[in-house]
């Protein structure tokens, strides 16, 4: 079985030394990039299992190379699982990365069996929603979830989520009229190690509606409890009583 492999984009050579070592050890193949215009060319090129990104970078900040990877410029692997690496621990902070597409984060400074851990977890993740492949469709609410292949489409139109976006909307449609706590949410995407507040999970719950369109609108806030995805029987009840 091929090796893992993942791009390091860090500036520090300190840093960029520290975890690379750890990440070999560990047993995964390595890139590294000492900024965000040379990660965007390795991705260009080649795909990665795992990203490990470095918010402050000279020329353009990790964030824009986050955004740049989401958004699909230049054919990038928009799927690749991303785990920014801050010096930044405030909340706003931790927010603004997994609103422009993050799966992840850590703050500096960490310790490398965390961070190794955490590689682990999220690519852990994305090997589950790949070997989902006879789970079959959920077809829902104008939607199409294809857990095999990690796609989504909105009424025929593809649809580009992140890691975590398409976790939280399998988890929802799976179960419709269900309600699931922020802190449920949480644990079933992240794993009970990931700490993040609320107020995070609100942010891209937030996203997953704007990318989903129309269909976003199934998913509900109910207050003071969390979210869930509109049982269609409710829905063709509710247009029935109007």
Not at 68 to 79: C, P, V
């Amino acid at each position: 079985m091929a090796k893992l492999h993942i791009l390091i984009v860090e500036d520090e050579a300190d840093i960029q030394q520290l975890v690379s070592y750890n990440l070999v050890r560990a047993g995964f193949n390595v890139t590294c990039a000492d900024s965000g215009e040379e990660a965007l060319g390795c991705l260009a090129r080649e795909a990665f299992d795992c990203i490990l990104l470095d918010i402050m970078l000279p020329g353009i900040s990790g964030l824009e190379v986050c955004q740049s990877i989401r958004q699909n410029e230049g054919k990038l692997d928009a799927g690749s699982p991303i785990i920014m690496m801050t010096a930044k621990g405030e909340e706003e902070d931790i927010i603004d990365g997994l609103e422009k597409g993050a799966d992840d984060y850590i703050t500096k400074p960490f310790s490398p069996k965390v961070l190794v851990a955490r590689v682990k977890a999220v690519v852990r993740r994305g090997q589950k929603a790949e070997a989902h492949s006879d789970s079959g469709h959920i077809s829902i609410a104008n939607l199409v979830i294809d857990q095999g292949r990690y796609e989504v489409t909105a009424q025929g139109k593809a649809i580009q989520l992140t890691l975590t976006e398409f976790g939280i909307l399998v988890l929802l449609a799976e179960k419709p009229g269900w309600v699931f706590t922020r802190q449920q949410i949480i644990d079933a995407v992240r794993g009970y190690d990931f700490l993040v507040t609320p107020r995070a999970i609100d942010v891209q719950i937030f996203g997953l509606r704007k990318k989903l369109g129309a269909a976003g609108q199934s998913i509900e806030t109910v207050r003071g409890i969390g979210y869930k995805f509109k049982d269609p029987q409710e829905e063709d009840l509710e247009r029935g009583q109007r």
